[in-house]
Nanobody, 121 residues
Framework: VQLQASGGGLVQTGGSLRLSCAASGRTFSTYAKAWFRQAPGKEREFVAAISGNDMIRYADSVKGRFTISRDNAKNTVYLQMNSLKPEDTAVYLC????????????????WGQGTQVTVSS
């Protein structure tokens, strides 16, 4: 099983990026998929998650700016990030778990390698 995250980059404050995480090796249509992020020297932080039944949850810090979605036919989850701020700078990682969407990284058994997002001020 592999999760391949992509779409990161350098963007100015107020800009947008769309991250993708493609899964291979098995089908995760009924699994919960999530995005976390980790900045240097900080703990891994929950960003957003979507369950197999499309229940969605967001961290308060990204509500109204980020949107998580998925395409089961492509076995891919997306994170549309708008109105980016310098504090959004981090490595963004995708994760998958069996069951509902949770905000605790310890509940996720499958992880991608991460993609760097840098927001300049």
């Amino acid at each position: 099983v592999q999760l391949q995250a992509s779409g990161g980059g350098l963007v100015q404050t107020g800009g947008s990026l769309r991250l993708s995480c493609a899964a291979s090796g098995r089908t995760f249509s009924t699994y919960a998929k999530a995005w976390f992020r980790q900045a240097p020297g900080k703990e891994r932080e929950f960003v957003a998650a979507i369950s197999g039944n499309d229940m969605i949850r967001y961290a308060d810090s990204v509500k109204g700016r980020f949107t998580i979605s998925r395409d089961n036919a492509k076995n891919t989850v997306y994170l549309q990030m708008n109105s980016l701020k310098p504090e959004d700078t981090a490595v963004y990682l995708c994760a998958v778990r069996r069951g509902v969407a949770l905000a605790d990284a310890r509940e996720y058994g499958y992880w991608g390698q991460g993609t760097q997002v840098t927001v300049s001020s």
